[in-house]
């Protein structure tokens, strides 16, 4: 299989040296002389990630993407702690995966001199963490905030609010697999430092003088480390049909 040109500018020296560490290892010596091969061509990267032979054939589609996104001259070797862990989880992935072009963005912004500085080494773990509608709310907050306009009753007795009841809602829910976990994704989006969701407003629900309920008016919108790892991550184009 032809090694495409400028494919070791993608690999950092750190893995490479690796590499050499591993050359006798048992996945290495099934690969023969191919492997020595990739020792000199910087292929070797996949000996010690132990990637499948499936997996060599989308990452060389891959080097050829971010070769025709980056110019040679602008290319510089990324940081190993984002190319390795984004390596790994990418040979669990089909291509069309909002995930793996998650990654893919993240390897062709750690490749490129104007990109790099931007490139937190937690990018390539973030991703990692995501389910594919979670990847997506990034997306859609990319360009707009998600408004909601809910109800909940109030019990006097207990001083407890219960039953809430969504009234207006801008969130994305037609794009997801499971619109039902909204709250879950939520919750965790928030837990990564990525998505705020604050109530800005709530006005009281009175009936006969006494107040039965509450009226919060709220957005959900990306939080400032989220909007640095979006502009890194999340391809402009999206993810195809989403």
């Given at each position: 299989m032809p090694i495409p040109e400028g494919l070791d500018k993608l690999l950092p020296a750190k893995v490479?040296?690796?590499?050499?560490?591993?050359?006798?290892?048992?996945?290495?010596?099934?690969?023969?002389?191919?492997?020595?091969?990739?020792?000199?061509?910087?292929?070797?990267?996949?000996?010690?990630?132990?990637?499948?032979?499936?997996?060599?054939?989308?990452?060389?589609?891959?080097?050829?993407?971010?070769?025709?996104?980056?110019?040679?001259?602008?290319?510089?070797?990324?940081?190993?702690?984002?190319?390795?862990?984004?390596?790994?989880?990418?040979?669990?992935?089909?291509?069309?995966?909002?995930?793996?072009?998650?990654?893919?963005?993240?390897?062709?912004?750690?490749?490129?001199?104007?990109?790099?500085?931007?490139?937190?080494?937690?990018?390539?773990?973030?991703?990692?963490?995501?389910?594919?509608?979670?990847?997506?709310?990034?997306?859609?907050?990319?360009s707009d905030e998600f408004k909601v306009v809910d109800t909940l009753d109030y019990d006097r007795t207990q001083n407890k609010f219960s039953n809430r009841k969504v009234e207006q809602s801008s969130l994305p829910t037609e794009d997801l697999q499971h619109p039902h976990q909204m709250n879950l994704y939520y919750s965790h989006l928030e837990s990564l430092s990525l998505v705020q969701w604050p109530v800005e407003k709530q006005d009281p629900i009175m009936s006969g003088g006494t107040q039965v309920g509450i009226r919060r008016h709220s957005t959900m919108r990306l939080t400032e480390f989220g909007q640095l790892f979006v502009s890194v991550c999340v391809p402009q184009g999206g993810f195809g049909n989403v």
């Amino acid at each position: 299989m032809p090694i495409p040109e400028g494919l070791d500018k993608l690999l950092p020296a750190k893995v490479v040296e690796k590499a050499y560490d591993d050359i006798a290892s048992p996945p290495a010596k099934e690969l023969g002389k191919a492997a020595v091969d990739l020792v000199k061509t910087a292929r070797l990267l996949l000996a010690p990630f132990q990637l499948a032979a499936a997996f060599q054939d989308r990452f060389e589609r891959v080097v050829e993407r971010i070769r025709t996104r980056v110019p040679e001259e602008k290319q510089k070797p990324p940081p190993a702690e984002v190319v390795g862990p984004a390596l790994r989880q990418m040979q669990y992935l089909d291509e069309d995966n909002p995930l793996w072009l998650m990654f893919e963005e993240l390897l062709t912004q750690a490749i490129d001199e104007d990109t790099t500085a931007k490139v937190h080494p937690s990018f390539a773990q973030l991703i990692s963490q995501l389910s594919r509608d979670e990847a997506v709310i990034l997306y859609r907050l990319r360009s707009d905030e998600f408004k909601v306009v809910d109800t909940l009753d109030y019990d006097r007795t207990q001083n407890k609010f219960s039953n809430r009841k969504v009234e207006q809602s801008s969130l994305p829910t037609e794009d997801l697999q499971h619109p039902h976990q909204m709250n879950l994704y939520y919750s965790h989006l928030e837990s990564l430092s990525l998505v705020q969701w604050p109530v800005e407003k709530q006005d009281p629900i009175m009936s006969g003088g006494t107040q039965v309920g509450i009226r919060r008016h709220s957005t959900m919108r990306l939080t400032e480390f989220g909007q640095l790892f979006v502009s890194v991550c999340v391809p402009q184009g999206g993810f195809g049909n989403v």
